[in-house]
């Protein structure tokens, strides 16, 4: 069973920045893709990043030159470096482990405001 934990979110002013983190359990991680997506209230859940089990990443466009996905596989763990944060990026913020089947953390709270 793998388990995924968020943390990192809070609350940021534009402009600012904030690194989330998801560990998780078990022995897959290092051969599994690793994605971040964010959900809005009443809105779907958009991919925001997405990093390869060989390091590859690829990115929405709204974040591409603000955002940075990169993990470590010897902590079990990914990290999503978040640079310049606008309102719009306020979201609750998902990372997603796919090794088969699909694995997701419970989210963390983002939130860009003054």
């Known amino acids: 069973q793998v388990q995924l934990v968020e943390s990192g979110g809070g609350l940021v002013q534009p402009g600012g920045s904030l690194r989330l983190s998801c560990a998780a359990s078990?022995?897959?991680?290092?051969?599994?893709?690793m994605n971040w997506y964010r959900q809005v209230p009443g809105k779907q859940r958009d991919l925001v990043a997405t990093i390869t089990r060989d390091g590859y990443t690829s990115y929405t466009d709204s974040v591409k030159g603000r955002f940075t996905i990169s993990r470590d596989n010897a902590k079990n763990t990914l990290y999503l470096q978040m640079n310049n944060l606008k309102p719009e990026d306020t979201a609750v913020y998902y990372c997603?482990?796919?090794?088969?089947?699909?694995?997701w953390g419970q989210g963390t709270q983002v939130t860009v405001s003054s």
């Open positions: 078990g022995s897959i991680f290092s051969n599994s893709a």
């Open positions: 997603r482990l796919v090794y088969g089947a699909a694995y």
